[in-house]
């Protein structure tokens, strides 16, 4: 199996930006170079929800309308690594954000939960106002 773990969290004021990471280890030969990848967020009491997501070499890339403009998902298979970098950030970012793995092949990127079959277990992003 693959272990996904995300770091980068924080406490940061609105406008402000964070940079979360999400490292894969454990079994990722022939597995995170080939699958998508997406970002979800859970606050409290809220069903989780997709944010973002990016295709097994990177050159499709989706986001949830209200982080267009502010959030970019990006990774670097060398490094079995995926970003979100997070700017212009605002109070109703606040959530848990997870990373997870595909469960299909990667040609393109999904954004439902059910198509993903390996995740995090979250860093919290807090913005206050």
């Known amino acids: 199996q693959v272990q996904l773990l995300e770091s980068g969290g924080g406490l940061v004021q609105a406008g402000g930006s964070l940079r979360l990471s999400c490292t894969a280890s454990?079994?990722?030969?022939n597995v995170w170079n080939v699958h998508s990848m997406g970002w979800f967020r859970q606050a409290p009491g809220e069903?989780?929800?997709?944010?973002?997501?990016?295709?097994?070499?990177?050159?499709?890339?989706s986001y949830v309308d209200s982080v267009k403009g502010r959030f970019t998902v990006s990774r670097d298979n060398a490094k079995s690594t995926m970003y979100l970098q997070m700017n212009s950030l605002k109070p109703e970012d606040t959530a848990v954000y997870y990373c997870a793995k595909s469960r299909l092949y990667g040609r393109t990127c999904y954004d439902a939960i059910g198509d993903y079959d390996y995740w995090g277990q979250g860093t919290q992003v807090t913005v206050s106002s």
């Open positions: 454990g079994r990722t030969l």
């Open positions: 069903e989780r929800e997709f944010v973002a997501c990016i295709n097994w070499n990177g050159a499709i890339l």
